[in-house]
């Protein structure tokens, strides 16, 4: 996942100050040569990673800050500041024509993923702003661009229109947006061509298309994952274009995130969407501030209740805790539970949007494979409907045929049967508020006289003082607690003296 390593750097630049509180210049001066490095290493553009430094070493070493009990803290506060203002400062929203039909062009080079972009981003409006988009095939150069986008067209039932590939592009944009109208379609999505680099004859055609439908947005899509020369070609592509905002791809890839950091400092232009993956609801709004908190290592727990709103439905979730209470949760809610949290994204990347959890020793080795996953759903849908429902009558002959139906081994088949039983009657004792034996001690209930492990490490993290997880109410107190920093930092500073 994009910036883990520059993350881990800078979370283990500031460790010593978060702990010392009163800080030296000198102390100051170390935390930003480890600053300075960890924004190279992640590919930053050079001159950005020159001007953030200087600027945060001038704030901190102010006398506010080293003669503050908590300047360490402090500290951490004027680089978030910072790396948010960096990244943008403000969310940005996407520019709309309430008096007639939106238009969007999309641009970059080839390879960036403009066509799977212009889907997801129609998808997006779709679902998010309740318009109704039509998608425009104006690359007429790459021999399968138009193939594609009429797929994904068909994919998300969304119109594409084309002309083929021996038309002007710019006739394509005008012709598309005629069809926009009679079909009463509010939103033109226009597709168009680019290169393997940045040449004049690209920027004349786009410019062409640009002069004749005037569109609400230029989007610059670029590749994060090609570092540093996605900021020299977002500049090229703004100085010729005057694009209006950038959408980052391949953002979940191997990448050190220094695009991200860069290109909005270079362009003056801010990022409204990154994607994050192949499926075409793999857009997602870029937050600077969220993204700051999360690369500090402070979780981001707007977005975590935001995606478990929108990919989990409340009452359900109400009758499935109501059901593990009972112990009457079966293998039927199994399944459904697993989809729901799978849809929100990778479950280590869902952990560590929780405040405080990334501190947590060993998460970083923490993952979860999604074929492990496919193999447990298929053991799952190999049962019938009623050994699902009722999973103590799964006998030693039925779990032989149902091993054979999964294609996995029947000690696979032992193993999650076995599992579950026991995740059942652990959840239903919790949700009665007892505690299983051997696990009172672990959590802190009559052993040890400091409370259990999980207790103490939890009690670390903001809403799981009791050392539970947190339920929706108490994700979106927390939520409302992140978007009002400083009162949340107060809270902390209490916390830390009556320890």
């Not at 969310?91 to 969007?104: A, C, E, P, W």
């Not at 103590?392 to 088949?413: H, T, Y």
Request: charged share 30%; hydrophobic share 35%; proline share 3%.
């Amino acid at each position: 996942m994009a910036f883990e390593g520059l993350s881990g750097r800078l979370q283990d630049a500031f460790s010593g100050l978060r702990k010392k509180g009163k800080i030296t210049e000198s102390d100051v001066k170390d935390a930003m040569r480890e600053v300075r490095l960890a924004l190279l290493e992640a590919d930053v553009n050079y001159k950005v990673v020159r001007e953030f430094v200087k600027t945060v070493r001038e704030k901190a070493i102010g006398e506010e800050v080293l003669d503050n009990v908590d300047g360490g803290q402090m500290v951490v506060k004027i680089v978030n500041d910072e790396l948010t203002d960096l990244m943008g400062g403000d969310r940005q929203d996407i520019i709309t024509n309430d008096q007639g039909i939106t238009v969007y062009m999309m641009t970059g080079l080839q390879g960036a993923g403009k066509t799977t972009t212009a889907g997801k981003l129609a998808n997006y409006l779709r679902k998010h702003k309740n318009m109704k988009p039509m998608m425009v095939a104006g690359d007429v150069y790459r021999p399968a661009a138009i193939d594609q986008l009429e797929t994904i067209g068909k994919e998300l039932n969304i119109p594409v229109f084309s002309m083929g590939d021996q038309v002007s592009p710019v006739e394509i944009a005008e012709q598309g947006i005629q069809a926009a109208k009679d079909q009463n379609r509010n939103v033109v999505i226009i597709d168009t061509a680019g290169r393997l680099h940045v040449d004049q004859a690209l920027m004349d055609e786009l410019a062409n298309i640009k002069s004749a439908v005037d569109p609400e947005e230029i989007f610059l899509v670029v590749d994060a994952m090609t570092g540093q020369d996605a900021v020299n070609v977002a500049d090229a592509f703004n100085d010729q274009l005057d694009i209006s905002s950038v959408i980052l791809t391949k953002l979940d890839g191997d990448t050190r995130g220094g695009a991200a950091l860069s290109i909005s400092k270079i362009t003056n232009k801010p990022i409204k969407f990154t994607g994050t993956g192949e499926k075409l609801d793999a857009l997602d709004p870029f937050y600077p501030d969220r993204m700051a908190n999360r690369i500090l290592g402070m979780g981001d727990i707007l977005t975590l209740v935001e995606k478990a709103q929108q990919d989990m439905d409340e009452k359900r979730a109400r009758e499935l805790a109501d059901k593990m209470a009972d112990q009457t949760y079966d293998f039927n809610d199994f399944i459904e539970q697993m989809d729901q949290m799978r849809n929100m994204g990778p479950m280590e990347d869902i952990i560590k949007m929780i405040p405080g959890m990334n501190q947590l020793p060993g998460l970083d080795d923490f993952q979860v494979d999604d074929k492990d996953l496919d193999r447990m759903k298929a053991i799952v849908q190999s049962m019938t409907m009623e050994e699902r429902r009722n999973p103590d009558m799964l006998s030693q002959n039925r779990r032989r045929r149902i091993a054979a139906g999964s294609g996995r081994p029947l000690a696979d088949v032992h193993k999650l049967i076995k599992q579950f039983k026991q995740s059942r009657e652990l959840m239903g004792k919790m949700s009665k508020g007892k505690m299983p034996k051997g696990l009172d001690k672990l959590m802190g209930g009559s052993g040890g006289k400091k409370g259990g492990m999980l207790k103490r490490m939890a009690s670390k993290i903001p809403g799981m003082g009791g050392g539970q997880m947190p339920d929706m109410s108490q994700l979106e107190e927390m939520a409302g607690q992140q978007g009002s920093q400083k009162p949340k930092r107060k809270k902390k500073k209490k916390v830390r003296r009556k320890r």
